[in-house]
């Protein structure tokens, strides 16, 4: 039974069997499922089960600071793109769905940028189909790493941020649209820019805001 008490699936258990199974996905709603063993018309026993994702942000970093964590290691590492661990520490399995930089980043997911907030563009690179995937799926206990498939840290002229010949600092939030109910996930971090002569060729320090 669904946390509404409504009907969420029934299952036939052959005789001798100690378990039963059901796919829940990644679009159920969270909260307390009930499991009502019949025999007939007999009620033999119940159980609850609360099926809760509760994904957290471990690491985020980007390919030019931080090669080893890219899919191929150090050699050609995509320099522009970014990655972000995470860990399901909930009971219920959930999906990201979008990988999203906003603030003070050269080429953010907004207007100044590829603009794809908001829409069905998941910015999620597969390294394995080397294409960009509509999810990743996070089961409860487990962790990911995803990279993204647009390039958020990207040095364009005319673009959200651009090197220039004095420092420069802010913020930009980090976030990850899930298939389950409720807020996204998100994260604020420091950013700063070198001084360089060159449009897009500063160093980029990042480190957790506050």
């Not at 059901?22 to 033999?44: H, I, K, S």
């Not at 993204?148 to 600092?169: E, H, K, L, W």
């Not at 950013?191 to 500063?202: D, K, L, R, T």
Request: glycine residues 12%; aromatic residues 10%; contains cysteine.
């Amino acid at each position: 039974m669904k946390p509404n008490g409504s009907l969420f699936g029934t299952r036939d258990v052959a005789q001798g069997a100690s378990r039963v199974s059901f796919d829940v996905g990644t679009t159920y709603t969270p909260g307390e499922y009930e499991l009502v063993a019949v025999n007939g018309d007999q009620t033999v026993g119940t159980t609850t089960r609360t099926l809760r994702s509760d994904l957290q942000i471990i690491e985020m970093g980007i390919g030019r600071n931080q090669p080893e964590k890219m899919w191929n290691g150090t050699d050609g590492s995509p320099h522009s793109q970014a990655f972000v661990t995470i860990e399901n520490q909930g009971s219920g399995p959930t999906a990201v769905t979008q990988f999203l930089f906003f603030g003070k980043v050269p080429y953010s997911s907004g207007e100044n940028g590829t603009q794809y907030a908001g829409t069905d563009v998941s910015g999620i690179y597969d390294p394995e189909s080397n294409s960009e995937i509509e999810r990743v799926v996070v089961p409860p206990g487990g962790s990911k790493t995803i990279y993204s498939s647009r390039m958020p840290f990207a040095f364009i002229r005319g673009g959200n941020v651009v090197c220039t010949d004095y420092q420069q600092s802010g913020t930009f939030k980090l976030s990850l649209e899930t298939s389950t109910t409720g807020p996204s996930l998100s994260k604020t971090y420091d950013v700063q820019y070198s001084a360089s002569e060159e449009f897009n060729n500063c160093s980029i320090t990042i480190k957790e805001d506050g």
